[in-house]
């Protein structure tokens, strides 16, 4: 009976930008606004592109028309990194509807901005997406060749540890169905070993699995009963049933080549019940086969001829050629035995031309593997070739260009510097020296002008803060703990009744309770911890929460891009301006609904702040003197951002803050 590995072939998907924002349609309507009224095409390009992967796996085809509409932006505007990341999910989306050609041409498109870019997640998408299309379209040399590129992409890429896991056990599976034992033994234990260090048992049970089936190739049963024994167990453990009905027969094979037909028996009789309890048509298959021949053993050639022909059925329904045939074989020798001669030579012709159809095939696919793999190899060399030919003649062109561009300049040069010597060089050369100076004194008395401003602005600003906490402390926190120190002097100069006491401590305590949310209210306005800890994303979302609890105000927060933190100092002042409008909105707006997003586009962040409160006159602002939006305004300048305000009276407000990072 021929060893059969359990296959676990997995697509993994690369998660490329965007936090989880709540349910899918609010998500959609959200990321379908932000694509409109986004203030740069990037945004736009991360929007589309988030809305069509809110529909993979789901409605492909509605996800790969939003990503093509990304993708159209993300060209147009020449931005690669995008350009790159829609062909990858777009790939997704065709993949799961069929469309392998297709998927496999927008991939290679992809790995040249990938390596440029130093984009290390992607790339080990793509070598994984291409391993799993070649490995459907059965070409198996072309899937190991990028499954293994796609272990090498993970070297210097962060990815979730069960990705190398899931690539090194699908090359185990493919040097399997090749009958290299030696490679696929390599892979399989290094899934092993890589599964043992994450605690994942369902993939230590297939390794397992993996792992005696090379070593059933290599002819080693007894290291294979070793490695089939632990994945029975673990598949008992989990429940596993696929994992449970082909290990169990594969360990009642090699008991029953052992001599041990009573033990194998019984546990091909375990794998047939769970077979037939889930459904599971692979395993009645594998099962049905060893008892076959177990009965076979026993001289109980009817029921032999039961299991066999049962077996044949389920092997013939799920066109597994290389089982029909030894089904066919084990049905001939029972006819031989029973005497029935024609039975005999039909069943032995057919297990004849199934044998040497399976051989044939085989040798055909491996021949037509051969051949796609020379021809694919062939056009990329051509293709690097032209490219490289195209590449060296824009180049002679280029410099030709460059030549002639400098020497026309060089003339044009030397005809206006003759000129000018002709004049009065040296008066001319001193009122020019005149004007430089005075320009340069005006700029330097700009900017420092502009600094004492910035500087008086936040000096302003922290003053306002500082009054601001010593009025909490005096008339919040202070008058609270004034209040509990005469609860504390009445209950210790009077005898009070238990009763009266115990009332009088209780009030006491929540007094206490009552100081101390104050003094948490005072500090998060100080200085959050998630700040400092965590930093500008979760801070801003802890303060948003903190507004929503407080009040009757509807407050939505999100965020894109911002996996990696921005300087301390940048989100400092980024959190305190965020802060100082959104008490803006709770104080003076009238607002029911707010919507904070703040979103990184490279080295470019943008913060927006949206209520649909009463509005104002936008040009009242120029007018405004009060230090609440002074320190704003300074605090924009020092990040040399652009500030955005737009409203009018009873349409809301909307403060857009864009600024770049060092």
């Not at 009224?37 to 809110?54: F, H, I, Q, R």
């Not at 298959?285 to 039961?306: I, T």
């Amino acid at each position: 009976m021929p060893m059969k590995p359990l296959l676990s072939v997995a697509l993994l998907l690369c998660l490329i930008s965007g936090p989880m924002l709540g349910q899918d349609a609010s998500k959609q309507d959200s990321l379908l606004k932000l694509a409109r009224e986004a203030p740069s095409d990037t945004a736009k390009v991360w929007a589309l592109m988030e809305t069509g992967k809110l529909f993979l796996n789901k409605q492909s085809d509605t996800a790969v028309f939003y990503l093509n509409q990304a993708l159209h932006l993300a060209e147009s505007i020449q931005f690669e990194r995008g350009v790159a990341r829609c062909r990858i999910n777009k790939a997704v989306g065709l993949y799961d509807l069929g469309q392998f050609d297709t998927v496999i041409n927008l991939c290679k498109a992809s790995i040249p901005i990938c390596e440029k870019l130093k984009m290390g997640k992607e790339l080990v998408a793509i070598y994984n997406m291409m391993g799993n299309t070649w490995n459907l379209k059965g070409n198996y040399w072309l899937a190991i060749e990028y499954f293994e590129k796609c272990l090498e992409a993970m070297k210097t890429a962060t990815v979730p540890p069960h990705f190398p896991v899931v690539v090194n056990d699908n090359l185990s599976i493919l040097y399997i169905n090749l009958h290299l034992y030696d490679k696929a033994l390599f892979y399989a234990s290094g899934s092993l070993q890589l599964a043992e260090e994450i605690g994942d048992e369902a993939t230590i049970g297939t390794a397992c699995q993996h792992i005696g089936s090379a070593y059933i190739g290599l002819q080693q049963k007894e290291k294979a009963l070793t490695y089939f024994q632990r994945a029975v167990d673990i598949a008992r453990k989990l429940d596993y049933h696929r994992l449970f009905t082909t290990s169990i027969s594969n360990v009642a094979e090699i008991l029953a080549f052992k001599g041990d037909h009573k033990k194998a028996k019984a546990l091909y009789e375990e794998g047939l019940a769970v077979s037939r309890k889930h459904d599971d048509r692979e395993g009645l298959v594998y099962n049905l086969h060893g008892l076959s021949l177990e009965a076979f053993n026993e001289s109980n050639y009817p029921a032999a001829k039961k299991y066999a022909q049962e077996g044949l059925k389920w092997a013939q329904e799920m066109q597994l050629s290389s089982y029909s045939y030894a089904l066919y074989l084990t049905l001939s020798d029972i006819a031989l035995l029973e005497g029935d001669s024609k039975t005999y030579t039909t069943y032995r012709n057919r297990y004849r031309e199934l044998r040497d159809s399976v051989a044939s095939g085989a040798l055909v696919h491996a021949l037509q593997e051969l051949e796609t793999k020379y021809e694919t190899e062939k056009k990329e060399q051509r293709i690097t070739q032209l490219e490289q030919e195209k590449e060296l003649q824009q180049l002679r062109i280029r410099q030709k260009n460059s030549l002639i561009l400098g020497l026309t300049f060089a003339a044009i040069a030397l005809v206006v510097l003759a000129f000018l010597l002709r004049r009065n060089f040296r008066n001319r050369r001193k009122i020019l020296d005149q004007e430089l100076l005075i320009h340069r004194q005006t700029i330097k008395e700009m900017e420092q002008e502009r600094q004492l401003n910035i500087a008086a602005a936040v000096l302003q600003g922290q003053e306002k803060e500082r009054g601001r906490l010593a009025r909490d402390l005096h008339d919040g926190l202070g008058g609270m703990l004034s209040g509990i120190k005469q609860s504390l002097f009445a209950l210790k100069g009077t005898a009070l009744k238990p009763e009266a006491s115990s009332a009088a401590l209780g009030k006491v305590i929540g007094d206490l309770d009552s100081s101390i949310g104050e003094l948490r209210h005072i500090a998060r306005n100080m200085m959050p911890e998630a700040l400092v800890r965590f930093g500008l994303k979760d801070a801003l979302e802890d303060y948003c929460d903190h507004l929503r609890q407080a009040g009757a105000l509807d407050l939505h927060f999100q965020a894109f891009g911002m996996e990696a933190r921005l300087p301390q100092e940048t989100e400092v002042v980024v959190f305190r301006i965020a802060q100082e409008l959104l008490n803006n909105v709770v104080r003076h707006s009238g607002a029911s609904q707010a919507l904070v997003q703040l979103l990184r586009d490279g080295k470019r962040v943008t913060l927006t702040v949206e209520d649909n409160g009463k509005g104002f006159d936008s040009e009242s602002l120029e007018r405004v003197q009060g230090v609440g939006w002074m320190n704003i305004r300074s605090r924009v300048s020092y990040l040399d951002g652009l500030l955005d305000v737009r409203t009018a009276p009873g349409k809301g407000c909307s403060i857009t803050i864009e600024f770049e990072i060092s």
